[in-house]
């Protein structure tokens, strides 16, 4: 008991001298670079590829004073922070040459925590990017579902919607590059603007004259989008696309799961398609909703920076392991499936949390992925605020800035998760942007090839369509985190690493 006590008065005296450090040090912080030096101390601890990256390397600045004068080189936060990261993608447009394609910055993360959460500035209209042709940069925008109780919803616009210009304006876009041209500017307004139409004519796009006013309104999303149960035999198909791994709708999709299960489906297809991420937390407990049988075992295990990796390793390492789960996060029983098989849809938009549910059930069950290969996402994030623990609590009142680096690459069972590239599918099947069907319906062309796949046969297999377009990888400039995976709180003691 004397060791323990012993153990514990050690710990708490450390604590108090590193926190009283702490202060000293940030006291010798001139308030006018603040921010940035909020920025370089985050990546410096937290960036997952922090070695890599010179200046910010632990032996770089001997002390706060020279780590100041390097700080007042940069007049804008998200300069330095795009000068810290190891081949950003706003350097390296080109995304085989780009290291870090996700990393991001806010000035307000209000705005930040409403996108991680599906709250947004939105008009209701969910869409896909296109390049018009292999070597131009005309591009145009595919509506691929509409967001209930939003503007859109109200309106004549459907999936499969085409439209090539705003408010007159031609869509333009560099490749690699979302922030050039005019993308951003034309989609990221805020409230209102004029899409203009045009018609898959042959495979071409040829303006229709058409026109539609949309306005921006506060929206939250739930994910779980379709619902629903096509018999066909002895076979009871569920079938529910999720748009997002939001962790406050976990609730409403362990519902989805309960009704799938009290009607007894014997197999099931997952959407997404559209899915660009999430918490992985949810995407762990949305693996334990398909399963069930693997309570406690390992899905995912994260792999930090050496500094971290070093912590956890001497300190707790099973903080870095996700384990399969039997609640959600609100401690309501998961409605387990117990499946050995699931139909996974997938198409270029399919990123980080849903690539991670793909890769992680892997080695425990039967994953049969259709559709088009995936972003190749395996690596994650975590929010960063100015605070002495980088936590929201206690962050700074002068302002409002906060950072999404990635800080993990996450594996599964047996290790892997080298899939940078995308996961490839069991059954290639890309989109046909003159036939994308109805969502949810049988006759849809990706959800019959996996009905198909499931009877056996009686249906014709889908073709692949006769003209494909370059998609355009972030397929919304205005919401820069659609592609997140990422941790909702920090682990635990990382703030003491020195």
């Known amino acids: 008991m004397k060791n323990v006590f012993r153990s514990l008065f050690f710990f708490m005296s450390v604590a108090f001298v590193f926190q009283s450090c702490e202060e000293q040090h940030d006291n ?6 603040a921010i940035n030096n909020f920025v370089w101390k985050g990546l410096n601890l937290y960036y997952l590829w922090q070695a890599g ?40 447009p080109n995304p085989e040459e780009a290291k870090d394609r996700f990393s991001v910055i806010f000035s307000d993360y209000n705005q930040l925590e409403g996108i991680l959460s599906g709250t947004t500035k939105n008009n209701g209209i969910e869409y896909g990017l296109y390049y018009k042709n292999t070597t131009g940069n005309q591009v145009f925008g595919v509506v691929r579902y509409i967001l209930p109780n939003s503007d859109a919803a109200s309106k004549n616009i459907a999936r499969g919607a085409i439209f090539y210009a705003v408010d ?14 005019n993308l951003k500017e034309l989609l990221g307004k805020n409230v209102t603007y004029t899409l203009n139409f045009a018609d898959y004519d042959a495979g071409d796009i040829t ?50 799961f309960g009704n ?24 762990t407990r949305l693996a334990s909703m398909i399963t069930g049988q693997y309570t406690g075992q390992v899905f995912a295990t994260e792999q930090w920076n050496a500094k971290v990796e070093a912590y956890y390793n001497a300190n707790n390492p099973g903080t870095l392991i996700n384990l399969f789960e039997n609640k959600t996060n609100t401690n309501a029983t998961i409605n387990s499936l ?54 929201k609590k206690d962050s700074s009142n002068k302002h409002r800035y906060a950072m999404q680096p990635l800080v993990l690459k996450i594996v599964n069972k047996v290790g892997f998760g080298d899939y940078s590239n995308g996961l490839e599918p069991d059954e290639l099947l890309k989109e046909n942007l003159s036939n994308l069907g109805i969502l949810g319906d049988p006759n849809e062309p990706l959800l019959n090839a996996a009905v198909t796949r499931i009877i056996g046969g009686g249906r014709m297999l889908p073709i692949n369509p006769e003209k494909t377009f370059e998609t355009i990888q972030d397929n919304q400039p205005s919401n820069q985190l659609k592609n997140e995976m990422y941790l909702e709180t920090l682990p635990e003691g990382l703030h003491l690493i020195k």
Do not use: W
């Open 53 to 92: 990256v010179p200046n910010l390397s632990d032996s770089r600045f001997s002390n706060q004073n020279q780590l100041n004068n390097f700080l007042y080189g940069y007049s804008l936060p998200e300069t330095l922070f795009q000068d810290l990261l190891d081949k950003p993608i706003s350097k390296f």
């Open 260 to 283: 799938l299960k009290a009607v007894g489906i014997t197999e099931l297809v997952l959407d997404l398609r559209y899915n660009s991420g999430g918490s992985i937390a949810t995407a």
């Open 338 to 391: 117990n499946l050995t098989k699931v139909y996974v849809l997938t198409t270029k938009s399919t990123a980080s949390a849903s690539e991670l549910v793909i890769n992680g059930l892997e080695p425990y069950i039967n994953v049969i992925q259709i559709g088009d290969k995936t972003t190749g996402k395996n690596v994650g994030s975590i929010t960063l605020y100015d605070s002495p623990t980088f936590s």
């Open 168 to 181: 007159g304006i031609p869509l333009m876009g560099s490749r690699g590059n979302i922030n050039a041209n």
């Open 207 to 256: 303006p229709n004259g058409q026109s539609l006013i949309v306005t921006k309104t506060t929206l939250s999303e739930n994910p779980v989008y379709i619902t629903t149960v096509i018999n066909s035999g002895t076979h009871k198909i569920g079938y529910l696309m999720y748009n997002g791994f939001y962790p406050n709708y976990e609730d409403q999709l362990n519902t989805a």
């Open 28 to 33: 010798e912080v001139p308030s006018d670079i």
